[in-house]
């Protein structure tokens, strides 16, 4: 599967802003999807993730109540909505791939995207 990350942007705090993440293949409601995200200096970091049918979603606490992880599996996209936006919400956030249900448990994925930047401003 191949991801093609978009919607990146500067922002104010406080303001809204949706992630799309495009893949291709035609298996792709058999892929758990995620979004992760490193800011400078930091290590990458979980954010949210998606079971194939979207049964399952899981948000990290430091964003849950603020973004929200969908999927159109018929558009092969998945989103990612993030709300209420802080500055260190900043960061480069990537569009991840899984198959394995244990992987994807662990947050471990195996397919990635290139980043999308996000830039919060106080």
């Known amino acids: 599967v191949q991801l093609q990350a978009s919607g990146g942007g500067l922002v104010q705090a406080g303001d809204s802003l949706r992630l799309s993440c495009a893949a291709s293949g035609r298996t792709f409601r058999n892929y758990y999807m995620g979004w992760f995200r490193q800011a400078p200096g930091k290590e990458r970091e979980f954010v949210a993730g998606?079971?194939?049918?979207?049964?399952?979603?899981k948000h990290a606490d430091s964003v849950k109540g603020r973004f929200t992880i969908s999927r159109d599996n018929a558009k092969n996209m998945v989103y990612l909505q993030m709300n209420s936006l802080k500055p260190e919400d900043t960061a480069v956030y990537y569009c991840a791939a899984e198959d394995d249900y244990n992987r994807f448990q662990s947050a471990q994925y195996n397919y990635w995207g290139q980043g999308t930047l996000v830039t919060v401003s106080s």
């Open positions: 998606i079971s194939g049918r979207g049964v399952t979603i």
